[in-house]
Each structure stands twice: as structure tokens, then as C-alpha cells.
């Protein structure tokens, strides 16, 4: 088994919650990021249910940016926004990914992030 995502566009590390008055909530950019890796992850896995074994993720960053510079983004928040658009939709629950591989690349023609899953 073997799934392959792609989500053009400029890959969006997750921000920080805000906060107002006693009121959390996610910037829009996250929420909007999310909402575009759901909507990818619904047309590729079709009729297909979540998975539910036990996973291994390749993730692939294609940015603007160098993969050195500060904008470029943590690769723990770009996950947060990634997987968190994923849940429920291909697997039911991120706690399923056991093994997880990330790169981060130029590309300054064609932004995206690809994400490989199989099962560990």
C-alpha cells in the first residue's frame, strides 16, 4: 500500500494559536492550508476509508526559499499543518505515523508538498 499527496502551492508552517481576550483560535493561514490539504487528501483517497495500520511518512517541502533560511519554516510546524489536514481523511489519527522522513527543498517554480505514506 502505497499513497502519494500532492499539495500545490507554497507548503504553510502551522503558526501559533492567538489569542483574544479569553478566546484561542488558529490563524486563518492555518485554517485555510488545512482546509486546501483536506480537500487534496478527499480526491485522492475517493471512497477509500482512513487507514488504520501502522505508518511510515516521506514528506517532501518544496519552497521559495533555501532550505537554510529562517523563513523557510521548522519542519515540525510544517508537519502540525500537514498531518493535521490529513486527519481523519487518510488515516484516522496522526499517532499512527511510527516512522517519518522530511526534506526540504528550492524550488522556486513549483511549491508544493508531496507526502508519501505506507505501512511500517
Same mark, same amino acid.
Given at each position: +500500500? @502505497? %499513497? =502519494? ?5 507554497e507548503?504553510?508552517?502551522?503558526? @501559533?494559536?492567538?489569542?483574544?481576550? @479569553?478566546?484561542?483560535?488558529q ?12 480537500? /487534496?487528501?478527499?480526491? !485522492? +483517497?475517493? !471512497?477509500?476509508?482512513?487507514? /488504520? ?6 514528506? =517532501?517541502?518544496?519552497? #521559495?526559499?533555501?532550505? /537554510? ?10 508537519? #502540525?499543518?500537514? &498531518? ?6 487518510? &488515516?484516522?489519527?496522526?499517532?499512527? %505515523?511510527?516512522?517519518?522522513?522530511? !526534506? =526540504?527543498? +528550492?524550488? #522556486? ?8 505514506? /505506507?505501512?511500517?
Amino acid at each position: +500500500m @502505497r %499513497i =502519494k499527496i500532492v499539495i500545490e502551492g507554497e507548503p504553510i508552517p502551522a503558526a @501559533r494559536p492567538r489569542f483574544s481576550g @479569553r478566546r484561542c483560535y488558529q490563524p486563518a493561514r492555518n485554517v485555510e492550508y488545512q482546509r486546501e490539504v483536506s480537500s /487534496t487528501a478527499r480526491l !485522492e +483517497m475517493g !471512497e477509500r476509508a482512513p487507514l /488504520t495500520a501502522a505508518l511510515s511518512a516521506v514528506i =517532501k517541502l518544496y519552497r #521559495k526559499y533555501r532550505p /537554510t533560511a529562517r523563513n523557510y519554516g521548522d519542519v515540525d510546524n510544517h508537519l #502540525k499543518n500537514l &498531518f493535521d489536514g490529513l486527519n481523519g481523511i487518510v &488515516f484516522e489519527d496522526d499517532a499512527q %505515523i511510527v516512522r517519518c522522513v522530511v !526534506e =526540504k527543498h +528550492m524550488d #522556486k517554480e513549483n511549491p508544493r508538498a508531496e507526502i508519501i505514506l /505506507t505501512e511500517a
